[in-house]
């Protein structure tokens, strides 16, 4: 059974970068799918923020592109989040997913329990 | 970006009644559409897609349908552990997710 775990800081300053990891387990990301970042801000709908391939493909919300990098470590099964220049409107609970469908942006089949990154001084 | 404008955003129900809740979009989604439950303090949970295909484990009491760009998430005997907040999503064109719909119990 696929598993994600979210790891990194909870406190990001502002105009900082907020970085998160996202380790899989019970599936190899080498072995296809694309996996994604999603964001919800306390009491808010959700977001979506980009999507890599193993390959390391990547595709990224319009809104964000500017800010996002988002990366594939193979070897250690894990995928990460970098989003740059962060003001208290990136304040959020961040999750990672794997999609479910054979292309990439589709649907989110599994997550991971999200982490709160505070962007505060 | 293609808006999900789902209703109503939330309403009051009882354990046993049948309930729908509706998702339109801004422009035609074909069937690329998803529904998500999710309750306080969790991540989202996949029920159904491809508009209705419901996904390995949930239970049959929930259904979707629509095409094109009106959609509807059915459930036909609310359960108790049915009272959360449920998002639909689109995924015609880069994702993006309707502002969601708040289930109460009455």
């Known amino acids: 059974q696929v598993q994600l775990q979210e790891s990194g800081p909870g406190l990001v300053k502002p105009s900082e970068t907020l970085s998160l990891t996202c380790t899989v387990s019970?599936?190899?990301?080498?072995?296809?799918?694309?996996w994604g970042w999603i964001r919800q801000p306390p009491g808010k709908g959700l977001e979506w923020i980009g999507s890599?391939?193993?390959?390391?493909?990547?595709y990224y919300n319009p809104s964000l592109k500017s800010r996002v990098t988002i990366s594939v470590d193979t070897s250690k099964n894990q995928f990460s989040l970098k989003l740059s220049s962060v003001t208290a409107a990136d304040t959020a609970v961040y999750y990672c997913?794997?999609?479910?469908?054979?292309?990439?942006?589709?649907?989110?089949?599994?997550w991971g329990q999200g982490t709160l990154v505070t962007v505060s001084s | 970006a293609i808006r999900m404008t789902q209703s109503p955003s939330s309403f009051s129900a009882s354990t046993g009644d049948r309930v729908t809740i509706t998702c339109r979009a801004s422009?035609?989604?074909?069937?690329?559409l998803a529904w998500y439950q999710q309750k306080p303090g969790k991540a989202p949970k996949l029920l159904i897609y491809?508009?209705?295909t419901l996904q390995s484990g949930v239970p049959s009491r929930f259904s979707g349908s629509g095409s094109g760009t009106d959609f509807t998430l059915t459930i036909s005997c609310l359960q108790s552990e049915d009272f959360a907040t449920y998002y639909c999503?689109?995924?015609?064109?880069?994702?993006?997710f309707g502002q969601g719909t708040r289930l109460e119990i009455k």
């Open positions: 997913a794997r999609e479910g469908g054979n292309l990439p942006n589709e649907y989110f089949q599994h």
């Open positions: 019970g599936y190899s990301i080498s072995s296809g799918y694309y």
């Open positions: 890599i391939y193993h390959s390391g493909s990547t």
């Open positions: 422009q035609g989604i074909s069937s690329y």
């Open positions: 491809a508009a209705s």
């Open positions: 999503q689109q995924y015609y064109s880069y994702p993006t």
